[in-house]
């Protein structure tokens, strides 16, 4: 581990999404080479996946470390980092910071989360409240966020960073708006697009579509086969393109979210040969690509960048509950006929500044860094600790073993979960019945943000 300007830091992060932000996000900085401690839950990356994530970054394999739970908080001590990235998903980083609580040393604590966040979600602030910073990535993020902090009573530092994803498009934008044709096969349509300027890189020929698969959404058997069967009808139409269903997880693996309802599954056995499987990292698979399909995948984003046109479905509605709302205006909304016959395309300009392309000067979260770098070294930060859970000792097993799962090898943490299990599936229960009275809710299309718990039935144990 090496520092910018005296600064040491290390990522903490256990699941795909998480390790290829982070690893982005700090590679970004100039003059840093961060250190990625992978810390073993039931998320944590394969070695083929950490390749993937780590492709593109300024990461090797020479800046990661592996270690169980127990071994973390001894490797910290040892290494002393100034700022530490607690990069995973909540109940993760809420573990984490309590291990850094009992650190002589303490870093700065940064959270943050590794895509597109809209809506802001209650449980995604609740968990995070005792960083020293949350890494947002738009304006209409921040926005939220403060809203959602402001309902909930809970104050986080924010900063605003440029999405790692799109940055290489942020180079392109230019004030000047053109009329520009996306054309992918045999179909056309017309969008409004900024086009580069002079110097700006050329891909080459692409023919490809690409479907980002997400575990989440849509949630739905029936809806999933119904993106099968678009994409099986997009392969047919034309024979002489690649329909590449582009996934994060080969079978054994884990990534992010729980996927119930896998493509491998869905899609048939003898498919047209031009439908294929890809792992490659995503902005591989965007390199070959005339046009990409999700549902609210951050690829979205990242195939922007490239200027790659999108489509993002939809045909299951606009709601909150499909991650989809944040395209409200992008001009990127689109059926599935429109896939099969390709007709994607560019946002809206109007669009990109408020959504994950804002100039790259507005960027300010490694100066926020850095200066609570300087507060911490100088005692004037005092430490947002991560208080004692209520239940006691029984409780922090609970919250230990659910992160780390058969990684927690306690009978403490055993039993906490025998006790705990249907307790907490009690309680998710009476919390869903609960419905806020002035907004904020899932079904809620009005607000960037939700008061209501998650409703994806999302577990960390597998």
Same mark, same amino acid.
């Given at each position: 581990?090496?520092?910018?300007?005296?600064?040491?830091?290390?990522?903490?992060?256990?699941?795909?999404?998480?390790?290829?932000?982070?690893?982005?996000?700090?590679?970004?900085?100039?003059?840093?080479?961060?250190?990625?401690?992978?810390?073993?839950?039931?998320?944590?990356?394969?070695?083929?996946?950490?390749?993937?994530?780590? /492709?593109?970054?300024?990461?090797?394999?020479?800046?990661?470390?592996?270690?169980?739970?127990?071994?973390?908080?001894?490797?910290?001590?040892?290494?002393?980092?100034?700022?530490?990235?607690?990069?995973?998903?909540? #109940?993760?980083?809420?573990?984490?910071?309590?291990?850094?609580?009992?650190?002589?040393?303490?870093?700065?604590?940064?959270?943050?989360?590794?895509?597109?966040?809209?809506?802001?979600?209650?449980?995604?602030?609740?968990?995070?409240?005792?960083?020293?910073?949350?890494?947002?990535?738009?304006?209409?993020?921040?926005?939220?966020?403060?809203?959602?902090?402001?309902?909930?009573?809970?104050?986080?530092?924010?900063?605003?960073?440029?999405?790692?994803?799109?940055?290489?498009?942020?180079?392109?934008?230019?004030?000047?708006?053109?009329?520009?044709?996306?054309?992918?096969?045999?179909?056309?349509?017309?969008?409004?697009?900024?086009?580069?300027?002079?110097?700006?890189?050329?891909?080459?020929?692409?023919?490809?579509?690409?479907?980002?698969?997400?575990?989440?959404?849509?949630?739905?058997?029936?809806?999933?086969?119904?993106?099968?069967?678009?994409?099986?009808?997009? /392969?047919?139409?034309?024979?002489?393109?690649?329909?590449?269903?582009?996934?994060?997880?080969?079978?054994?693996?884990?990534?992010?979210?729980?996927?119930?309802?896998?493509?491998?599954?869905?899609?048939?056995?003898?498919?047209?040969?031009?439908?294929?499987?890809?792992?490659?990292?995503?902005?591989?698979?965007?390199?070959?690509?005339?046009?990409?399909?999700?549902?609210?995948?951050?690829?979205?984003?990242?195939?922007?960048?490239?200027?790659? #046109?999108?489509?993002?479905?939809?045909?299951?509605?606009?709601?909150?509950?499909?991650?989809?709302?944040?395209?409200?205006?992008?001009?990127?909304?689109?059926?599935?006929?429109?896939?099969?016959?390709?007709?994607?395309?560019?946002?809206?300009?109007?669009?990109?500044?408020?959504?994950?392309?804002?100039?790259?000067?507005?960027?300010?979260?490694?100066?926020?860094?850095?200066?609570?770098?300087?507060?911490?070294?100088?005692?004037?930060?005092?430490?947002?600790?991560?208080? /004692?859970?209520?239940?006691?000792?029984?409780?922090?097993?609970?919250?230990?073993?659910?992160?780390?799962?058969?990684?927690?090898?306690?009978?403490?943490?055993?039993?906490?979960?025998?006790?705990?299990?249907?307790?907490?599936?009690?309680?998710?229960?009476?919390?869903?019945?609960?419905?806020?009275?002035?907004?904020?809710?899932?079904?809620?299309?009005?607000?960037?943000?939700?008061?209501?718990?998650?409703?994806?039935?999302?577990?960390?144990?597998?």
């Amino acid at each position: 581990m090496t520092d910018a300007a005296g600064i040491r830091v290390v990522a903490i992060a256990d699941a795909d999404s998480f390790v290829k932000w982070s690893a982005a996000l700090l590679g970004a900085v100039p003059g840093l080479r961060p250190h990625l401690l992978l810390v073993r839950t039931p998320l944590t990356v394969s070695a083929a996946q950490e390749r993937t994530a780590l /492709a593109g970054t300024a990461l090797g394999p020479e800046d990661v470390t592996r270690v169980s739970f127990a071994e973390a908080a001894g490797w910290l001590a040892g290494q002393r980092p100034d700022v530490v990235v607690l990069a995973g998903r909540g #109940p993760f980083v809420r573990l984490m910071g309590r291990m850094i609580d009992a650190l002589e040393h303490r870093p700065v604590t940064v959270s943050g989360l590794p895509g597109m966040a809209i809506p802001a979600q209650r449980g995604a602030l609740d968990y995070r409240r005792h960083t020293d910073l949350l890494v947002l990535h738009s304006h209409r993020e921040l926005r939220a966020f403060e809203e959602l902090g402001r309902r909930i009573g809970v104050q986080v530092p924010t900063a605003l960073a440029t999405l790692p994803f799109a940055r290489r498009r942020q180079r392109l934008l230019r004030p000047e708006r053109v009329r520009a044709e996306a054309v992918v096969g045999g179909g056309s349509g017309v969008a409004v697009a900024e086009r580069p300027g002079p110097g700006a890189p050329v891909r080459p020929p692409a023919t490809d579509i690409v479907f980002a698969a997400q575990a989440l959404v849509p949630a739905t058997r029936a809806e999933r086969a119904e993106i099968a069967a678009t994409l099986v009808r997009a /392969a047919e139409a034309e024979p002489g393109r690649r329909v590449v269903v582009k996934l994060r997880s080969r079978p054994g693996e884990s990534e992010t979210h729980l996927e119930r309802e896998p493509y491998h599954d869905l899609l048939p056995h003898r498919r047209p040969p031009n439908l294929v499987y890809s792992y490659d990292p995503m902005a591989t698979a965007l390199e070959t690509a005339a046009g990409l399909v999700t549902v609210s995948s951050t690829a979205a984003i990242e195939a922007t960048a490239l200027g790659v #046109p999108v489509i993002a479905l939809d045909s299951f509605g606009v709601s909150k509950s499909l991650l989809n709302t944040v395209f409200v205006g992008s001009g990127l909304l689109g059926g599935r006929s429109e896939v099969v016959s390709g007709r994607f395309r560019h946002p809206h300009p109007d669009w990109l500044r408020d959504n994950y392309f804002h100039p790259e000067a507005e960027s300010t979260w490694w100066e926020r860094v850095e200066r609570l770098v300087a507060l911490r070294r100088s005692g004037a930060l005092p430490p947002r600790r991560v208080p /004692a859970a209520k239940g006691g000792s029984m409780h922090e097993a609970w919250h230990r073993a659910s992160v780390l799962g058969g990684e927690d090898r306690t009978v403490q943490g055993a039993m906490a979960l025998a006790v705990g299990a249907p307790m907490t599936r009690a309680l998710a229960a009476v919390r869903g019945r609960r419905t806020p009275s002035d907004g904020g809710t899932w079904a809620d299309s009005t607000t960037d943000y939700t008061l209501e718990p998650n409703p994806f039935h999302d577990s960390l144990r597998r």
